[in-house]
C-alpha cells in the first residue's frame, strides 16, 4: 500500500542559519491516484525577514500589519528589529522539481 507523507517542509540554511522554512505542496495529495506519467515543477520564494515575521505571527505578534494599527509591543519590534532584519535579509527562489516515470515519454 502507498501512502503519502502528511507533510514535507523545506528548511533554507546557510552557514548554519536558518533562513526560512516553506512547507512544500505534496504532488497528488488532492487525487486518489495518480495513474499517468506526469512532471512537476513549483517555484518557491523564500526571504528570512518573511521568516522572521511569520514566526512572530505564530507568537501572537502580527508584524505584517498596517502600523497604524499595530498595538505597542509590535510597533516596537518592528521598529526594533525589522531594520536589523532588512540589513541582513536574505532572499531568493527555489524550484522544486518531481516526476514520475511512465511508458508514454
Known amino acids: 500500500m502507498f ?5 514535507v517542509e523545506l528548511e533554507i540554511m546557510i552557514s548554519n542559519n536558518l533562513v526560512d522554512k516553506i512547507d512544500v505542496i505534496i504532488p497528488g495529495t488532492h487525487v ?3 495513474t499517468s506519467a506526469s512532471r512537476l515543477i513549483k ?3 523564500f526571504s528570512r525577514k518573511n521568516y522572521f515575521i511569520k514566526e512572530r505571527k505564530r507568537g501572537g505578534m502580527n508584524l505584517d500589519k498596517d502600523i ?22 536574505i532572499e531568493g527562489v527555489i524550484f522544486i522539481k518531481a516526476e514520475w516515470e511512465g511508458f508514454g515519454d
Open 3 to 7: 501512502t503519502f507523507p502528511s507533510r
Open 32 to 34: 486518489k491516484t495518480l
Open 43 to 45: 517555484e518557491y520564494t
Open 68 to 89: 497604524n494599527i499595530m498595538t505597542n509591543e509590535e510597533l516596537t519590534s518592528y521598529k526594533r528589529d525589522i531594520p536589523k532584519i532588512e540589513a541582513v535579509n
